[in-house]
């Protein structure tokens, strides 16, 4: 599913590939007790009368209106609880939006009236999500958000916020539009009205998304018509829950000034889809993660279900697998990751400054997405999608990402290196040899003269001297021919 990106977006990626991997390369968090958690609206106005917020829909008479947790699920990432419709949390979790300031609170007019179309949305504060702190998403018609740095045409494939990814279309109503709004602590986006592209006739969706600068994210859901187990995924991808991932990018050698961009799905969030009906709301609340730590005592003494190791060089912590991972790797941060001793305690008898953390043999998908910019052939689907068009890969090793590239690159400029060194030696040595040559041409009673005088040849052609030189120490000479020795005149 391709997706356009509005307002002429800079670096858009248009040849999109996707592969699927399987890998046991993944940790698995220890069950941790949740703490309590602040669920009062941090979207909402000091003018909002309503606690709820459902101030046209209201509950049956006669049930049981306490608050019950649905679903409380450890995703390693994320803590998700899912509210049912007859829970008050619900009701508390929904922001309602026509209750907020009117100027800040805006209808985006080209998604409102588009399918298929992403746009560019700033956030006034940071959001974290994944540990990775984000002042920019995409707000997309599909219902989700997309939250990568790398924008390309193939949206729904990772790096998302769904609350209810599908192939809606809000240019198919007047009543359909796509709102967000930002008061400094949160960002609300909902979809209002929107209804799917190809069964229009189900009725309309109403269902929000809140990113609240504490990290925690919220699905509020106010008209959800069928089952959403019943949305057909033939023409869009149906999803519910979070994405992350990580960039790497490869030189292509045969190619040259291109480079391949491969986005590596690293962790995923599937939510149960039975569970999202009328007036349901789910909460996802960030569990800690290694990019918190600053310092590499706490880092490497983490006992938060994750490998952390620190990287001197980067003076980052994390476990490997996180947005950072192209410097990760190519800093050598792997290798000395392998210690896991802090400089400081190298001589301490204290107990050892880390942990040791049970692997379990667990097995996760991993999702590809590999863009080439310079090239000029789109790789494009050739058939429908059910699950984002995908291409089954034979392999992806444990690291998470091939580092052939690199190591073609590294002995590459090894060769180059070499190369420049015995040039520059070679030069020396003839520079060497004519300064020699002529110090011995211009100081023949020099040391290195004479050395190389007496080791010349023991033949020598046969001298005769001319009369009549007129000088009684010199006489000119000239060769006679090959015989030994000398003919010298008695004046010698």
């Not at 990019?291 to 001197?312: E, Y």
């Not at 912590?317 to 305690?345: M, T, Y």
Request: net charge negative; glycine share 6%; with cysteine.
């Amino acid at each position: 599913v391709f997706y356009e990106v509005v307002q002429s977006f800079p670096g858009v990626e248009e040849s999109v590939q996707v592969a699927s991997h399987v890998s046991s390369h993944r940790w698995r968090r220890h069950s941790e007790s949740l703490k309590s958690v602040d669920t009062n609206r941090a979207s909402m106005g000091q003018d909002s009368s309503e606690p709820g917020g459902f101030t046209d829909l209201l509950l049956e008479e006669g049930h049981d209106n306490t608050t019950q947790i649905e679903e409380d699920t450890d995703h390693n990432y994320y803590t998700s609880r899912t509210y049912g419709p007859y829970d008050s949390t619900s009701r508390d979790l929904w922001v309602n939006i026509d209750q907020m300031e009117k100027d800040k609170v805006k209808i985006h007019g080209i998604l409102s009236n588009t399918h298929r179309q992403a746009a560019r949305v700033n956030l006034s504060f940071d959001f974290p999500f994944y540990g990775h702190f984000l002042r920019e998403i995409t707000v997309a018609t599909g219902g989700f958000i997309y939250t990568g740095e790398v924008v390309h045409r193939m949206l729904t494939a990772t790096q998302y916020i769904a609350p209810l990814m599908a192939n809606f279309d809000p240019s198919v109503s007047r009543n359909s539009t796509v709102r967000y709004f930002d008061n400094g602590t949160a960002l609300v986006v909902q979809w209002d009205h929107v209804h799917l592209q190809d069964n229009y006739n189900l009725g309309s969706f109403t269902f929000q998304a809140t990113l609240l600068n504490d990290g925690r994210i919220i699905f509020g859901y106010k008209e959800i018509p069928v089952a959403v187990t019943q949305i057909s995924s033939t023409n869009h991808p149906v999803k519910v829950g979070l994405s992350d991932a990580f960039v790497v990018v490869h030189r292509i050698q045969q190619i040259p000034n291109v480079r391949r961009r491969t986005i590596y799905e690293y962790h995923r969030v599937e939510l149960q889809m039975s569970k999202i009906t009328n007036l349901s709301a789910v909460e996802m609340i960030p569990l800690p993660t290694c990019l918190q730590f600053t310092s590499c005592d706490p880092c490497v003494t983490a006992q938060i279900g994750f490998n952390c190791s620190w990287c001197s060089k980067l003076q980052r912590c994390s476990s490997g697998f996180d947005r950072h991972r192209q410097d990760w790797v190519d800093s050598g941060c792997p290798e000395e990751a392998k210690d896991k001793i802090c400089e400081k305690n190298v001589d301490t008898t204290e107990t050892p400054p880390h942990s040791t953390t049970t692997l379990l043999p667990t097995t996760t998908r991993f999702r590809v997405l590999t863009t080439t910019r310079g090239s000029t052939t789109s790789h494009l689907p050739t058939s429908l999608p059910t699950e984002d068009d995908t291409k089954i890969a034979l392999h992806l090793k444990d690291n998470g990402a091939s580092t052939d590239d690199s190591a073609a690159e590294k002995k590459g400029r090894t060769l180059h290196a070499g190369l420049i060194v015995g040039i520059l030696v070679l030069v020396l040595i003839v520079a060497a040899a004519i300064l020699v040559t002529v110090y011995m041409y211009h100081h023949p009673t020099s040391a290195a003269s004479l050395f190389f005088i007496e080791r010349r040849p023991s033949r020598w052609p046969a001298m005769k001297f001319r009369r009549g030189s007129g000088h009684p120490a010199y006489a000119e000479v000239e060769p006679v021919g090959e015989k030994e020795g000398f003919i010298v005149s008695e004046q010698c």
